[in-house]
Every structure is written in C-alpha cells, then in structure tokens.
C-alpha cells in the first residue's frame, strides 16, 4: 500500500506541474492571465460584456464613416447652391435697375439659366451611386425635366382607352408639378377606371397639388393625356398600371427651366450610439420646392428678365432672397448632424480605447510576473520529473530485496 500511495503522490504532483508550465506558458505566449472560463469565471463574465460593448462600438463607428462623407458631400452640393443664389440676387438686382438694357438684361437671364442647370445638376449629386436628394429612394435621379403634356403608351387602334377603362388595383400613378412643387400620388382601387383617375386629378387641381389648368383626358388617338395649359408650368407622370402603360413625355412639349421632383420625402436614419440616431440626408423637396420653390423663383426671375418691368424683375429677385433663406434654414438640420458626427467619431473613438484598457486590466496578465511565474514552473517541473525518475521505475520487488 506504502508503494502505491507513493506512485500515486508522484503522478499526482506531475500532473499539477505539467499543468502550472502549461499555464505559465499560455499567460507568456498570449499575454493573458484567462484564457478560458475557469480561470476566472467572473473575470470571463465580465469580459463577455465588455466584448459585446466593443462590438457595439465597432458597429457604430463603421455606421459613422459610412455616412459622415456621404452627408459632407450633399453639404457641399447645397454649399453650391447657396453661391448660386447669392449669384443670382446679385444679378437680379442688377437686372432690376431701371439703366439696365435689353441686351444686358437678355444676357443676365442667359447667365441665370446655367445657374438654375447648375442647381438642378446639384440636387442630382449622388455619392457611391446613391441620389443624395431622393429621400430614401436613392435610386431614383430627384430632379427631372418638365414638360407639358404626357401621353399613355396604351391606347392603339386595337384597344383605345375610355373614361370607363378598368385600372389595375393597386397600381400607383404620381404626377409631380415643376410649379407647384408638390406630387399628386393616385393609388387605384378595385373598381376603379380611368374617369376616377380624371376626378382625382381635378380634385388635385381644386386642392393647390396640381398647377390650375392640369388635366387629364382621352386624346384622339385613344391615350390618356395629361397636360397642363401653360408654357411655363409642367408636369413629370410615371405609371405602373397595365392598362395605361408608362407615361412618356410628348416631344416638343418641354417646358423651359422647369424641373419636377420625383424622390419621396422620407429621411434615412442611422443609429450611431446605444440610444443616438442621426438624421443622415435631405429630402430634394424640402431643399428645392417646398415652400419657396427655389427652381420656380429662378425661373420666374427668368421670364421677368426677359419679358417684365423693372418691378417685376425686382419683385422676382426679392422671391429668390427668400428661397435663399429658405435654403439655408433647410441645411440646417445637416449641419447640425455631421457636427454630431464628427463629436460621436471622436467620442466612439475615446470609448474604443477605455473598453480595450479595462479588457486588458479584466484578464491581461502582467508579463513580468508571467515571466517569473514561468520560470518557477519550470524549475519546479524540473525538480517534480528529477523525483519521479528515482521513484517510478522501482516496483514492488524492488522493496522485497
């Protein structure tokens, strides 16, 4: 029995020093003083929290870089914008003047029409492939040509169209007005036709949606025509109904400098802390066409340069001002967002570094007592193997001699 207690202690005491080097070595080579849970099960614990902390971070600092260059990029293009109003105040201002000539008041409308394409060409600024002026339909280019009239691609001599024409249920007809600024959304029903498409285009009329004078009508040929009756209003229309076809504008019916907007009004969010969200893009409309309609301003400045009184050109000049106000109460919100941002980058990156300090303090080990530790193992396992060779070889036999 005396034998076997002493293999016994001995294999034990191996054990337990393979398994003191084991760990000295594991705490030297990865810098860690717990490498699995039961090293320290609370330590552990801990560090699971702080690593999915970390992660939490990570996430919202990449969401930040996602959409910081994004928005300074649409800041840039508003930035434009407003030096292009500044310009045409300036200009508008000269234009008003009762010395200004025919010819400089033509070549200042002139020099006012490459700032509104210049505008236009602005809230078209898409970053990576994204419109940045869509609203959430970054796909779709927000500002679009106007034009007078568009025609259904339906309505051959096979099958015209009729008032009594069935529409397919739930398609969605929009008409956007370059005047008003504003999108008649029409949203068929079961059972409904054509003729309730008219009335609710006239009821978009009697509403302010749509420009007065806007309708919608059964031309010769069978279509479905809708049209305005002025040669400086008109009208963007797109259709997903079957019945009707797509909508195309008719050629020659292009009305000048007018612009419709086509994106939607939503904002995009993005949640950039535990309980922050950030505002991340401006809708075209709300920059260019609500309220005062910056593209219908510049171009009634136009037409009043070319056409009107002094008074009129001063009246128009004073209506851009206020679109240039308007401008910058809109950009406002932006500002105040990539501002946030830029705070939130820094503060993520601050947080960065105190999860990574207390992760290091949770289970870092302290290389210079690992070191130590190690050394002790090592001459402890030595000494543990040096008994074990003078021990484990002897056998019962060897103590009957």
């Not at 950030?278 to 260019?288: D, E, F, K, R, V």
């Not at 008074?311 to 105040?336: C, K």
Request: charged share 10%; hydrophobic share 40%; aromatic share 2%.
């Amino acid at each position: 029995m005396r034998v076997t207690n002493i293999v016994s202690d001995v294999q034990y005491a191996m054990q337990q020093s393979q398994q003191n080097l084991a760990t000295a070595l594991q705490q030297v080579s990865t810098g860690l003083r717990v490498n699995q849970l039961s090293d320290d099960p609370i330590a552990s614990a801990n560090m699971v929290t702080s690593l999915a902390s970390s992660a939490n971070v990570d996430q919202y600092t990449k969401n930040v870089s996602s959409v910081l260059s994004q928005m300074q990029t649409a800041d840039a293009a508003i930035s434009s914008i407003v030096t292009s109003l500044n310009t045409a105040v300036t200009l508008g201002t000269e234009g008003a003047t009762g010395t200004a000539s025919t010819a400089n008041k033509t070549a200042i409308a002139t020099e006012l029409e490459g700032l509104l394409t210049g505008i236009v060409g602005e809230g078209n600024t898409s970053y990576q492939g994204a419109h940045l002026f869509s609203g959430t339909d970054s796909s779709t280019v927000p500002f679009v040509a106007a034009s007078a009239t568009y025609t259904s691609a339906q309505g051959t001599t096979a099958s015209p169209l009729t008032a009594a024409t069935a529409l397919t249920a739930g398609s969605v007809t929009t008409i956007s007005d370059a005047s008003t600024g504003e999108t008649m959304t029409y949203t068929a029903a079961a059972g409904d036709t054509i003729a309730t498409l008219q009335s609710a285009v006239a009821s978009a009329v009697s509403a302010g949606t749509l420009s007065s004078g806007t309708t919608a009508t059964i031309n010769s040929g069978g279509q479905l025509s809708i049209a305005t009756n002025s040669t400086t209003n008109g009208v963007v229309v797109s259709s997903n109904d079957v019945a009707l076809g797509s909508m195309t504008a008719v050629s020659g019916t292009e009305v000048a400098n007018a612009y419709a907007y086509v994106g939607n009004n939503s904002v995009n969010e993005v949640q950039v802390g535990d309980s922050l969200s950030i505002a991340t893009n401006l809708p075209g409309s709300t920059l260019l066409t609500s309220g005062t309609n910056v593209i219908s301003a510049l171009n009634s400045l136009i037409t009043a340069l070319k056409s009107g009184t002094s008074t009129e050109i001063g009246t128009a000049t004073t209506a851009i001002t206020s679109a240039l106000n308007a401008v910058n109460v809109s950009r406002s919100p932006l500002d105040s967002a990539i501002s946030r941002l830029d705070s939130q980058e820094s503060f993520l990156s601050q947080e960065k570094l105190t999860l990574s300090t207390a992760q290091t303090a949770l289970v870092g080990a302290n290389l210079a007592d690992s070191a130590t530790n190690l050394s002790a193992a090592e001459t402890t396992n030595s000494a543990v193997l040096a008994a074990a060779a003078k021990v484990m070889p002897n056998t019962l036999f060897d103590y009957m001699k």
